[in-house]
Antibody, heavy 120, light 105 residues
């Protein structure tokens, strides 16, 4: 059974860069059947797709993030990374690591989520 | 971006009820529509993909229908564990977008 576990700081200062890591177990991150990426949810709000990457391929990002986002895959460590720069209070949210089926683009596996707060 | 509108935003139901949730896309998305359930403090879980395909392990009381711009999620014989928030998501085009959610309480 695939498991995704996010890790990273729970508190980030304004203007800093958020770095999160997702460790994947129970599935091959090199699989050509899946994308690996990130979704966030502001407290009490809806879901926002941030982006995803296909192992060995180019990432897809939500244009709303205006070039602040970078997603990477480390197949040797079975990890997916997120870097979001120029953080503001509006970026405070729960960040989920996700796996998507490449055909249906349905998110079939989720991490438990990690709460990130932006505050000085 | 494709806008996804869900309604109602909340509804009151009882165990045993039949519940219907609607999701409307701002443009045709064929059948590229997925449904998720989220309970408080938990990550979402996929119920339905490609508008009407039941995800493995999901009870058959959940069903989905629709195409183009209008979709529905139906829960028949509502169970206590079904009280949650439900989201739709279009997978037709990036950026992938979600509906605002429907809370079943």
């Amino acid at each position: 059974q695939v498991q995704l576990q996010e890790s990273g700081p729970g508190l980030v200062k304004p203007s800093q860069t958020l770095s999160l890591t997702c460790t994947v177990s129970g599935a091959s991150i090199s699989s050509n059947r899946h994308y690996w990426g990130w979704i966030r949810q502001h407290p009490g709000k809806g879901l926002e797709w941030l982006g995803y990457i296909y192992s060995g391929g180019s990432p897809y990002y939500n244009p709303s993030l205006k070039g602040r986002l970078s997603i990477g895959v480390d197949t040797s460590a079975s990890q997916v990374s997120l870097k979001l720069n120029s953080m503001t209070a509006a970026d405070s949210a729960v960040y989920y690591c996700v796996r998507a089926q490449t055909v249906e683009l349905v998110f079939d596996s989720w991490g438990q989520g990690t709460l990130v707060t932006v505050s000085s | 971006d494709i806008q996804m509108t869900q309604f109602p935003s909340s509804l009151s139901a009882s165990v045993g009820d039949r519940v219907t949730i609607t999701c409307r896309a701002s443009q045709s998305i064929n059948a590229f529509l997925n449904w998720y359930q989220q309970k408080p403090g938990r990550a979402p879980k996929v119920l339905i993909y490609a508008a009407s395909s039941l995800q493995s392990g999901v009870p058959s009381r959940f069903s989905g229908s629709g195409s183009e711009t209008d979709f529905t999620l139906t829960i028949t014989n509502l169970q206590p564990e079904d009280f949650a928030t439900y989201f739709c998501q279009q997978s037709f085009r990036t950026p992938l977008t979600f509906g605002g959610g429907t809370k079943v309480e």
